[in-house]
């Protein structure tokens, strides 16, 4: 699976650092980074919660 982020729409609050945080944080600078663009199949429910609680729909995923 890949993660795909709208840079356009993120405004960092970070609902998806909560929900998985192996593979999205927010920085000092309170910007989203990715950590790992590419995750595991473990990471799938984690990542899909993501999606779902970001205010702003700013993520998807690709297979
Ligand atoms: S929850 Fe959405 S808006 Fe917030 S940091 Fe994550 S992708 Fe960006």
Request: charge should be negative.
């Amino acid at each position: 699976m890949k993660v795909l982020v709208d840079w356009d729409l993120c405004e960092g609050h970070g609902q998806c650092e909560y929900a998985a945080p192996d593979v999205f944080t927010i920085d000092d600078d309170g910007d989203l980074e990715v950590l790992d663009d590419t995750p595991g199949e473990d990471q799938r429910k984690a990542v899909e919660q993501a999606v779902r609680r970001c205010p702003v729909r700013a993520l998807q995923i690709e297979d």
